[in-house]
């Protein structure tokens, strides 16, 4: 199985621009969880999406948003861009909806100027 | 007080020592516990899932988990230097996928 892929890997922005990044889960996952990873925070969760909707949502401003298809692939979208935004976001997804392994993507690492 | 507290090292061992990596929790709900690693530059790669008191094994890693102490701890036997990285300790409570993680065990095991 190919595992969760991501795109894109690397994108440079400035601030007050707007960004969507993209994550195809594992085929026959329907859970997609997104993360932001910095060295400060460390990995922090943003929002789970399951079967197109939003299930959970971590303590991000509303700035940060996301949206799921009926495929399972999924998007986020940060709009607004601040230098704090610059980090690897993360995906991952998993098969159930319970409390399931979770298998991470590659990351798109974000870097706002 | 941080949900999920980890040593942040750098924990050093020898190689074909045992390393041993610790994780404390503080929400009594949490029902599940994962294991990732993360080597650096890389994302966290899932090593193992524990989800009831006792120990798993899984080749050279034994996850603990000890609910009523409230603590998860990894076990890792023959270490080899392939096997440094951080190790981040992640738990979920019910209604749905939110990972809690901890800011992670850099390990460095060495020749």
């Known amino acids: 199985k190919a595992g969760v892929t991501q795109t894109p890997r690397y994108l440079i922005k400035t601030r007050g621009q707007q960004v969507t990044l993209s994550c195809s889960p594992i085929?026959?996952?329907?859970?997609v969880s997104w993360y932001q990873q910095t060295p400060g925070q460390g990995l922090q969760f943003l929002f789970e999406?399951?079967?197109?909707?939003?299930?959970n949502k971590g303590n991000f401003p509303g700035r940060f948003s996301g949206r799921q298809f009926s495929n399972s692939r999924s998007e986020m979208n940060v709009s607004t861009l601040e230098l704090g935004d610059s980090a690897l976001y993360l995906c991952?997804?998993?098969?159930?909806?319970?409390?399931?392994?979770?298998?991470f993507g590659p990351g798109t690492r974000l870097t706002v100027l | 007080q941080k949900e999920v507290e980890q040593n942040s090292g750098p924990l050093s061992v020898p190689e074909g020592a045992i390393a041993s990596l610790n994780c404390t929790y503080s929400?009594?709900?949490?029902?599940?516990f994962f294991w990732y690693r993360q080597y650096s530059g890389k994302s966290p790669e899932l090593i193992m899932s524990?989800?009831?008191?006792g120990d798993k094994e899984d080749g050279r890693f034994t996850a603990q988990l000890n609910k009523a102490s409230q603590y998860v701890s990894l076990l890792i036997r023959d270490s080899q230097p392939s096997d440094s990285a951080t190790y981040l300790c992640?738990?979920?409570?019910?209604?749905?996928?939110?990972?809690?993680f901890g800011t992670g065990t850099q390990l460095k095991v060495e020749l």
């Open positions: 999406y399951f079967s197109e909707t939003q299930r």
């Open positions: 992640a738990w979920s409570t019910g209604g749905g996928n939110k990972l809690t």
């Open positions: 991952a997804s998993s098969s159930w909806t319970g409390e399931d392994e979770q298998f």
């Open positions: 524990i989800y009831s008191n």
């Open positions: 085929s026959g996952h329907r859970s």
């Open positions: 929400d009594r709900g949490s029902q599940s």
